[in-house]
């Protein structure tokens, strides 16, 4: 059930783009054809305009509405970016887009004794239907919501009435935030953990998960693949067999850059999961900001590759290296 | 999941369980040498019919197997004189060029009288058939493959036909860690999934290359450096060296040697090799000829190791054979299904890679050329977003299209900092 979907593209009508939270908006599509409805966790594929070049972004399917034949999505507008989620953003009524079927990768597993679902932000989106399916289900739930402040937490008015007590606010501004450690142990024995949020949260939760012996299999998780322990900056790096040298802006992926600048680079998912696009390094003057999922936490320590679809590298100062410069940071590595 | 980049990349549909296709423009060994002989032997060659024949001169021959006249295959006909073949139906004869030599009823040559004459070199003890254009055909290359004929080496090998795309033999060939899975009772060892692999390409050629130090050799190999060192029961240096050339021929670079003795800086003295020679050819979309051969480099004069070793690896590949055709199954059982590629299937995303440039050269199509997907979705997004963008407010249209000279996708998302992070 979980396999990897052959895609289907279809055309898709925008029916309704409004704002639910700061920099969120709420998109309703209606596909031209729908085969099943949405399963929790399930996501959309979406042909958008980046930089006058088409590409593809993945958004979760939050819900369905209208008789079951509407596909809603929650967007955040990236700061910083002209990207995917600016498109997203400048979309209207009426406009017409392509879209696959709806795609599997995070699916629910149900008959758990009991089960914890941890948003961080914009990661509600992939939650909300499982919180949905859980509760007609009558299943033994919690639904733990956190952000840093309240007016940026998107379909909180669906989900207060919904789920009363077995949702859990955690806002940063309020003073509650959320604690990871008391999260995985508030997860019964066999029962799941259903995660998705930024990276720090995410990484928080999985050594916690760790840390107290728990069974990996029972932490589900989908990754963004786009945030890290740093904010992104512009760095340098260098392939010296081939030599080449490139700068990576802030908002470029090196991965991109390195395509940009004429090195033949191997990838396929593109957000840290696969292991593709892995690359040596040789030497890095600053630090490594490791976002994928693909390596282990003592190969991330190690250092000597990284994933370079979502991976980048930081200065010194900003990588807290005592006596760092705020130089740009440069990286030397070789690819395949 | 928000705003992340699509799990398909855009322009490389060449990861997909559907993908299949192979070029045209380039040598595919048909046979072997002693198949091709004054018989009629017919095969299926990139889905074109082909009847394979010796001259009595020796020099192997390939036409299309349909006859002009009325696409009977010739090779229900017969051998004539020195170097032409007979139509079984009505007895129109073809000289090795194709050019008909003899028609049946009439006093004269139809001029049109045809059938394509595939290009056709033999070497290194395989007959190669070129399916393409003939003005491109190049003998030159042809992939090397030495060693089933040098002094330096002993061996055998065979032809299996398989039920699977050739690419799915490919695939297996250029990832050794099925061996600890599929191959557990000979050649696999734990060492196998464990040890890290490096990977090197060119514009027709891919590496991977393995080393497995100070390790217990498996059974298969422990046999094999027994037969030069009698004693030997010490733990080994094991490397596996897979060099492919493009579009399906692989040559692996295998052995053991007594652990320590240098084999990993070149000195293979105190160690056994050998070379798993490996050619595929397209036969259908869906089926392929696989042929094979195992040369070795110790005891060269001892006939039964070479009877041993290609039987061995017989047994070896026959559980490959039996994996790869339910693979193919699955893959046309679940239609609506596709891979997820991972960082050991780096080796052969690189084989698809090229192959799919090769393709694309054939087809005049431009390398970069956006996949079905993508390119159903650009081609739609193009009128759409064309549209819509024009009836953007100003900033936001011309931000877009300010940016298009700089010619990199913009689309990484904010950071964070925190557990919530910044912009959450
Ligand atoms: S492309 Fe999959 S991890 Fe980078
Ligand atoms: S582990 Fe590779 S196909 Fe199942
Ligand atoms: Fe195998």
Known sequence: ?336 | MTGSTSPASIGRPTGHAGFRSFPLNAWYAAAWDHEVGRNLLPKTIANRPVVLYRTTGGRPVALADACWHRLAPLSMGKLRGEDEIMCGYHGICYDPDGRATFMPAQETINPSATVHSFPVVERHRYVWIWPGDPALADPALVPDLYWNEHPDWAGDGKTIRVNCSYQLIVDNLMDLTHEQFVHGSSIGHDALSESEFTVTHTDRTVAVTKWMLGIEPPPFWKRNLQDRFPDYDEPVDRWQIIHYTAPSTIAIDVGVAKAGTGAPEGDRSQGVTGTVINTMTPETDNTCHYLWAFARDWCLDKQVITTRLREGVSNVFFEDEQMLEAQQRGIEANPDYDFYNLNIDAGSMWTRRIVQRMIDAELGSDVGAVSDEAGHAAAAMTEVTGAANAELPGDGGTGQAAEVAGGVARHREQPTAGLMGRGL
């Open chain 1, 1 to 336: 059930m979980a396999a990897t979907s052959a895609k289907r593209w279809r055309r898709a009508r925008v029916i309704d783009v409004r704002e639910v939270a700061q920099h969120v908006r709420r998109i309703v599509l209606e596909p031209e054809r729908l085969e099943a409805p949405a399963p929790p966790g399930s996501h959309i594929d979406i042909g958008v305009y980046v930089n006058g070049r088409a590409d593809v972004r993945s958004y979760s399917v939050v819900g369905m509405s209208g008789y079951g034949t509407e596909l809603v999505l929650g967007v955040q507008l990236a700061r910083q970016s002209r990207g995917g989620s600016a498109y997203m953003h400048n979309l209207r009524r009426g406009q017409e887009v392509s879209i696959t079927q709806p795609l599997q990768n995070f699916p629910l597993n149900y008959g758990k004794p009991g089960y914890v679902l941890a948003a961080g932000g914009i990661g509600i989106t992939a939650m909300v239907a499982m919180g949905k399916a859980l509760k007609a289900r009558g299943a033994d739930y919690r639904f733990v919501y956190g952000a840093r402040s309240r007016d940026l937490m998107a379909f909180l008015d669906e989900l207060v009435p919904e789920h009363g007590d077995c949702l859990d606010l955690r806002v940063d501004d309020e003073g509650s935030s959320l604690d990871v450690a008391e999260l995985v142990a508030g997860v019964p024995v066999g029962g799941e953990l259903y995660v998705c949020g930024p990276t720090p949260m995410l990484d928080a939760i999985r050594s916690a998960w760790a840390r107290a012996g728990r069974r990996p299999a029972d932490l589900r998780f989908e990754t963004f693949g786009s945030s890290g322990r740093f904010a992104p900056e512009a760095f340098t790096v260098r392939i010296p067999r081939l030599g080449l040298e490139t700068l990576v802006p802030h908002d470029v992926s090196m991965l991109e850059a390195l395509e940009a600048c004429g090195a033949d680079m191997m990838f396929d998912c593109r957000r840290g999961e696969c292991g593709l696009c892995e690359v040596k390094v040789l030497d890095v003057d600053g630090v490594i900001d490791h976002r994928d999922v693909f390596l282990s936490d003592d190969q991330h320590r190690a250092g000597d590759r990284l994933q370079c679809c979502v991976s980048r590298v930081v200065s010194a100062r900003t990588g807290g290296l005592a006596g760092g410069d705020g130089r740009p940071a440069v990286v030397s590595i070789d690819v395949p």
